[in-house]
């Protein structure tokens, strides 16, 4: 089974940068899509990025994209969000998901993490 563990979350001034981590096992980056999602305190869940490694495709919410990045390591079967000029509308519990590959970034994750809070500070 598919397990998925979050680190790098914290508190960060606005502007601010922090890099979440995501730690998958039970799987390779050749079968799955990695998504990070976020929610906010009273707010639905939103998908905010998500990478096929296999394939190369990414893609980025609008509303973090030119800010965000997301990365995949083969070697230590990790994907990172690097988080640069945060706001506190980013404050959120951030969230790992994995979907089949097949299935890929757009039609639901099978697999989640327990989640990560960030918090920005205005």
């Known amino acids: 089974e598919v397990q998925l563990v979050e680190s790098g979350g914290g508190w960060v001034q606005s502007g601010g940068s922090l890099r979440l981590s995501c730690a998958a096992s039970?799987?390779?980056?050749?079968?799955?899509?990695i998504a990070w999602f976020r929610q906010a305190p009273g707010k639905e869940r939103e998908e905010v990025s998500c990478?096929?490694?296999?394939?190369?495709?990414?893609h980025y919410a609008d509303s973090v994209k030119g800010r965000f990045t997301i990365s995949n390591d083969f070697h230590k079967n990790m994907v990172y969000l690097q988080m640069n000029s945060l706001k506190p509308e980013d404050t959120a519990v951030y969230y790992c998901?994995?979907?089949?590959?097949?299935?890929?970034?757009?039609?639901?994750?099978?697999?989640w993490g327990k989640g990560s809070l960030v918090t920005v500070s205005s």
């Open positions: 998901a994995a979907q089949n590959v097949v299935l890929g970034c757009f039609q639901g994750m099978a697999y």
């Open positions: 039970g799987t390779t980056f050749d079968d799955v899509a």
């Open positions: 990478i096929s490694p296999s394939d190369g495709f990414i």
